[in-house]
């Protein structure tokens, strides 16, 4: 850890904030010392939303498990659609105006509780739900069992919670109104008949017009409810009639884009941060992985100033690696390799340490590889499991022939168990894979369960290994950097974990990836390191650590021909203006577009033209009403401006030949996304 001298005489809080992809960790400084916000007793928080309701959003580690029910309702990998013209729909139905109101009779047996511990939230108070004391009894067993212990208890909070919301009551059996040779070969026997006698009572009661509903998922109760003339569901016939009666109401539709998501999952790290420091939090340092460009940066910054952030600042994921390294040690010269696998992005990164100074010499990447595509591999071994013992196709929704609902309620389900079992899977050689409840085609329930090993794992995820060294081969060709010139590879991200990608990087590359600080919270605590940089009244870490931020890409826009004309070149210090002039490509031209183009010339120096490999969109502007003019009668006027933090602004002028200005326009910020 960071030398306690240092930070003696620095006051007050200071948070990092690694907002990541799939999961997101919150760091903060306070009385000498470095911790962790908890949120439910885990320093790792999902970056997930789900809507309950239109005003109603749950987070984190609630939203996932809500999501496994109703996958329609969740917002996840929000981060990675930042800057794109991706949004989410989120329909609401109006119960209220439904003629064809569900006001039935449940009896929930014990197994639906286990398969869907959130099963009260498909009711409401037009509903009676019974339930048999057994059926507690039972649950509160269960929760001392390890396999189901979680849900076991989700399901109890749940019961506790809504039978103040909804129409519960508690039911002693009625075994005799049931005939006298049923079965009670075991104690399984003995809860059935019980829960089954109630539902007989209830459905004998000649006074109600109401339907009595028995839901279980134990095919065995199913036959006796049927031989004793009590109706029954199991969870997906109930799923398909509840999801039959919400089509017939109406409904509202909300869209959320990926900043509006992340403003809101902003908010929420903020006020859960102030309830676990006891503090208001006013300033925090968000980290971002090393290739967003200016406009998901702008974006990232703008959505944590409107989540209530007075200040943001924004550092780049490497930096923040650097700085958590660089306190840990003595102040010699070296060259740090930064593998850093996050969730939703890959970056690798070379970082120069001297003279208390850390830079970003070159670093290289894919937004698009990341720790999903690990668990894909996961989820096409589960895929494959399916296909082979049920017949079941999961691999594409139309080849599965189930409903979208169905196939996305699956797909989720399998999802977040390919995601447990792949963390797992760094600990142990070998994990069972369970998924209870999927559907099938036939909209019957089945299981999942087998034996997963990691060499499996590992052969599985190989070519994602295999492209992860060729980016650190290809930045190392670039780079003038050699092997030998490396001194220590740091390790960032959830992903980098992985044993076997651990050990493909010490096979490269000669050595042992340091493991000193946990990889998890290794950003975030570079971020509440960078905080203090920014904000703290004290000369001993700006002494200690001095970043030079340069940018990391050639900036320019397009001109005539798609030549890619550079403005801001790839190292230019920051922060860093420039302005250039150009004149209208015709007569009479109406309307002047602007396009936002970068480039790692490293990587890509013979890139010229915009549609060339290695050239990328960013951005455009466009003027339009443009008064007629003659080629050369009009200046148009560019105005580039990159922080420190790379984010981008951009002015454009456009001047008649006395220099009045006639038109302007500008990109400031979340501008760029409307």
Same mark, same amino acid.
């Given at each position: 850890?960071?030398?306690?001298?240092?930070?003696?005489?620095?006051?007050?809080?200071?948070?990092?904030?690694?907002?990541?992809?799939?999961?997101?960790?919150?760091?903060?400084?306070?009385?000498?010392?470095?911790?962790?916000?908890?949120?439910?007793?885990?320093?790792?928080?999902?970056?997930?939303?789900?809507?309950?309701?239109?005003?109603?959003?749950?987070?984190?580690?609630?939203?996932?498990?809500?999501? =496994?029910?109703?996958?329609?309702?969740?917002?996840?990998?929000?981060?990675?659609?930042?800057?794109?013209?991706?949004?989410?729909?989120?329909?609401?139905?109006?119960?209220?105006?439904?003629?064809?109101?569900?006001?039935?009779?449940?009896?929930?047996?014990?197994?639906?509780?286990?398969?869907?511990?959130?099963?009260?939230?498909?009711?409401?108070?037009?509903?009676?739900?019974?339930?048999?004391?057994?059926?507690?009894?039972?649950?509160?067993?269960?929760?001392?069992?390890?396999?189901?212990?979680?849900?076991?208890?989700?399901?109890?909070?749940?019961?506790?919670?809504?039978?103040?919301?909804?129409?519960?009551?508690?039911?002693?059996?009625?075994?005799?109104?049931?005939?006298?040779?049923?079965?009670?070969?075991?104690?399984?026997?003995?809860?059935?008949?019980?829960?089954?006698?109630?539902?007989?009572?209830?459905?004998?009661?000649?006074?109600?017009?109401?339907?009595?509903?028995?839901?279980?998922?134990?095919?065995?109760?199913?036959?006796?409810?049927?031989?004793?003339?009590?109706?029954?569901?199991?969870?997906?016939?109930?799923?398909?009639? @509840?999801?039959?009666?919400?089509?017939?109401?109406?409904?509202?539709?909300?869209?959320?884009?990926?900043?509006?998501?992340?403003?809101?999952?902003?908010?929420?790290?903020?006020?859960?941060?102030?309830?676990?420091?006891?503090?208001?939090?006013?300033?925090?340092?968000?980290?971002?992985?090393?290739?967003?460009?200016?406009?998901?940066?702008?974006?990232?910054?703008?959505?944590?100033?409107?989540?209530?952030?007075?200040?943001?600042?924004?550092?780049?994921?490497?930096?923040? =690696?650097?700085?958590?390294?660089?306190?840990?040690?003595?102040?010699?010269?070296?060259?740090?390799?930064?593998?850093?696998?996050?969730?939703?992005?890959?970056?690798?990164?070379?970082?120069?340490?001297?003279?208390?100074?850390?830079?970003?010499?070159?670093?290289?990447?894919?937004?698009?590889?990341?720790?999903?595509?690990?668990?894909?591999?996961?989820?096409?071994?589960?895929?494959?499991?399916?296909?082979? #013992?049920?017949?079941?196709?999961?691999? #594409?929704?139309?080849?599965?022939?189930?409903?979208?609902?169905?196939?996305?309620?699956?797909?989720?389900?399998?999802?977040?168990?390919?995601?447990?079992?792949?963390?797992?899977?760094?600990?142990?050689?070998?994990?069972?894979?369970?998924?209870?409840?999927?559907?099938?085609?036939?909209?019957?329930?089945?299981?999942?369960?087998?034996?997963?090993?990691?060499?499996?794992?590992?052969?599985?995820?190989?070519?994602?290994?295999? #492209?992860?060294?060729?980016?650190?081969?290809?930045?190392?060709?670039?780079?003038?950097?050699? =092997?030998?010139?490396?001194?220590?590879?740091?390790?960032?991200?959830?992903?980098?974990?992985?044993?076997?990608?651990?050990?493909?990087?010490?096979?490269?590359?000669?050595?042992?990836?340091?493991?000193?600080?946990?990889?998890?919270?290794?950003?975030?605590?570079?971020?509440?390191?960078?905080?203090?940089?920014?904000?703290?009244?004290?000369?001993?870490?700006?002494?200690?650590?001095?970043?030079?931020?340069?940018?990391? @890409?050639?900036?320019?826009?397009?001109?005539?021909?798609?030549?890619?004309?550079?403005?801001?070149?790839?190292?230019?210090?920051?922060?860093?203006?420039?302005?250039?002039?150009?004149?209208?490509?015709?007569?009479?031209?109406?309307?002047?577009?602007?396009?936002?183009?970068?480039?790692?010339?490293?990587?890509?120096?013979?890139?010229?033209?915009?549609?060339?490999?290695?050239?990328?969109?960013?951005?455009?502007?466009?003027?339009?009403?443009?008064?007629?003019?003659?080629?050369? #009668?009009?200046?148009?006027?560019?105005?580039?401006?990159?922080?420190?933090?790379?984010?981008?602004?951009?002015?454009?002028?456009?001047?008649?030949?006395?220099?009045?200005?006639?038109? @302007?326009?500008? @990109?400031?910020?979340?501008?760029?996304?409307?």
């Amino acid at each position: 850890m960071a030398e306690e001298a240092i930070f003696e005489e620095v006051e007050g809080v200071y948070v990092g904030i690694d907002f990541g992809t799939s999961n997101s960790v919150v760091t903060y400084f306070k009385d000498n010392k470095f911790q962790q916000v908890k949120f439910k007793n885990k320093k790792i928080v999902p970056t997930a939303l789900f809507y309950r309701g239109k005003n109603n959003i749950v987070f984190g580690e609630r939203a996932l498990k809500r999501g =496994v029910t109703n996958p329609e309702f969740l917002i996840r990998e929000f981060k990675r659609d930042i800057g794109t013209k991706k949004k989410y729909s989120i329909t609401f139905k109006d119960s209220t105006s439904n003629t064809n109101e569900d006001s039935n009779i449940y009896v929930i047996d014990t197994n639906i509780f286990i398969n869907e511990p959130l099963i009260l939230d498909n009711f409401s108070k037009s509903n009676s739900i019974k339930l048999a004391n057994s059926v507690i009894s039972e649950l509160s067993n269960l929760a001392n069992k390890d396999d189901v212990k979680v849900n076991a208890e989700m399901a109890l909070e749940q019961i506790e919670k809504k039978k103040y919301e909804l129409n519960i009551s508690f039911e002693e059996s009625h075994l005799d109104l049931l005939p006298e040779d049923l079965a009670v070969n075991s104690s399984n026997d003995d809860n059935d008949n019980r829960i089954l006698s109630i539902a007989k009572f209830f459905s004998n009661n000649k006074d109600s017009d109401k339907k009595v509903i028995l839901l279980t998922n134990d095919n065995g109760l199913k036959l006796k409810a049927e031989s004793n003339d009590v109706s029954v569901m199991n969870f997906s016939e109930f799923h398909s009639y @509840k999801t039959s009666l919400e089509n017939k109401v109406s409904s509202e539709t909300i869209t959320i884009t990926p900043k509006e998501a992340s403003r809101k999952f902003l908010q929420f790290l903020k006020e859960e941060s102030e309830k676990s420091i006891k503090e208001d939090i006013t300033k925090a340092v968000i980290t971002v992985p090393a290739n967003f460009n200016p406009t998901q940066i702008a974006l990232i910054k703008e959505a944590g100033e409107e989540a209530g952030f007075e200040e943001v600042a924004i550092q780049k994921e490497p930096v923040a =690696v650097g700085f958590a390294y660089a306190l840990e040690e003595s102040s010699e010269d070296k060259t740090i390799l930064v593998y850093d696998f996050g969730g939703g992005t890959f970056d690798a990164s070379f970082l120069k340490v001297s003279d208390k100074k850390i830079e970003i010499i070159e670093t290289d990447g894919d937004n698009q590889l990341g720790g999903k595509d690990i668990t894909q591999k996961v989820m096409e071994i589960i895929f494959d499991n399916i296909l082979d #013992e049920v017949d079941l196709d999961m691999f #594409e929704q139309e080849d599965s022939k189930l409903s979208l609902i169905d196939y996305n309620k699956n797909l989720e389900r399998i999802k977040q168990e390919s995601e447990r079992v792949k963390i797992e899977l760094s600990d142990y050689e070998k994990v069972n894979v369970e998924i209870s409840n999927l559907i099938n085609s036939d909209s019957n329930s089945f299981n999942v369960s087998f034996e997963l090993t990691r060499k499996k794992f590992e052969d599985e995820i190989s070519e994602i290994r295999k #492209e992860s060294i060729k980016i650190i081969k290809n930045l190392i060709n670039n780079s003038g950097i050699s =092997v030998s010139d490396i001194d220590e590879i740091v390790m960032a991200g959830g992903s980098s974990k992985i044993p076997s990608i651990r050990q493909s990087l010490k096979d490269t590359f000669g050595k042992e990836p340091k493991q000193s600080i946990d990889t998890s919270v290794v950003i975030s605590q570079g971020g509440a390191i960078e905080a203090i940089k920014q904000w703290s009244d004290k000369t001993t870490i700006q002494d200690k650590i001095v970043s030079n931020p340069t940018a990391l @890409k050639d900036f320019g826009i397009e001109i005539k021909g798609f030549n890619f004309d550079v403005l801001i070149p790839q190292d230019t210090a920051l922060p860093f203006s420039v302005t250039k002039e150009y004149s209208t490509e015709k007569d009479n031209q109406e309307v002047i577009s602007i396009k936002t183009f970068q480039r790692n010339s490293s990587l890509y120096p013979e890139a010229k033209k915009t549609y060339d490999n290695g050239i990328e969109f960013v951005d455009e502007i466009k003027i339009e009403g443009i008064p007629p003019r003659r080629i050369g #009668e009009l200046v148009i006027k560019v105005i580039f401006e990159l922080t420190r933090d790379d984010s981008l602004e951009i002015n454009v002028e456009i001047l008649d030949t006395n220099g009045n200005v006639i038109k @302007k326009e500008s @990109k400031l910020k979340s501008e760029a996304s409307k």
